[in-house]
T-cell receptor
């Protein structure tokens, strides 16, 4: 099945700076790559996703880029704010359409 | 209530107890999931129900027993658990299964096994 790795496990950034989280996947048949945000004590929520027919997608301060050749995709958060502090999970669907999640990245935005 | 709701939010039980976790979705979705979330680990898929039929059982020990009486409700029955079963149990739903689409999660039930 699909195997998803996330790096780094923890990321601290100054408020206003950018944060980048990278994920790698193993199954070249994966064509759907979502990112979920989980604030402390809250449910995971989808914040952005990308499908394999595009290389980049943006939604306000959040963007995701996909490199199918290298089998990695990244989440970019610009102008970070304290409310961006959370755990971010990436996932890939694999050829069998069953989502495999990474371990999560703790992002800490320092005011 | 909208979305996916889970009860109880917190549960402490001994290894010989029997308890149940409940999940309800108000989204009209056809698929429901149980995930286990432990610290520093990926979300682990436990069970999937599609149109009230169990379609996935990912080598979960028999001390966890799911039940899906209808497409809006999902239960996880717990019996003779071990301390390593302590975790956050998340319920989720999606429109169809399998799906390259959004999962809608509940807020989870935090289980502590003494």
């Amino acid at each position: 099945g699909e195997n998803v790795e996330q790096h780094p496990s923890t990321l601290s950034v100054q408020e206003g700076d950018s944060a980048v989280i990278k994920c790698t996947y193993s199954d070249s048949a994966s064509n759907y790559f979502p990112w979920y945000k989980q604030e402390l004590g809250k449910r995971p929520q989808l914040i952005i996703d990308i499908r394999s027919n595009v290389g980049e997608k943006k939604d306000q301060r959040i963007a995701v880029t996909l490199n199918k050749t290298a089998k990695h995709f990244s989440l970019h958060i610009t102008e970070t704010q304290p409310e961006d502090s959370a755990v971010y999970f990436c996932a890939a669907n694999g050829g069998n359409n069953r989502l495999a999640f990474g371990k999560g990245n703790q992002v800490v935005v320092i005011p | 209530e909208t979305g996916v709701t889970q009860t109880p939010r917190h549960l402490v039980m001994g290894m010989t107890n029997k308890k149940s976790l409940k999940c309800e979705q108000h989204l009209g979705h056809n698929a429901m999931y149980w995930y286990k979330q432990s610290a520093k680990k990926p979300l682990e898929l436990m069970f999937v129900y599609s149109l009230e039929e169990r379609v996935e059982n990912n080598s979960v020990p028999s001390r966890f027993s799911p039940e899906c009486p209808n497409s809006s409700h999902l239960f996880l029955h717990l019996h003779t658990l071990q301390p390593e079963d302590s975790a956050l149990y998340l319920c989720a739903s999606s429109q169809v299964y399998p799906t390259p689409g959004e999962l809608f999660f509940g807020e989870g039930s935090r289980l502590t096994v003494l």
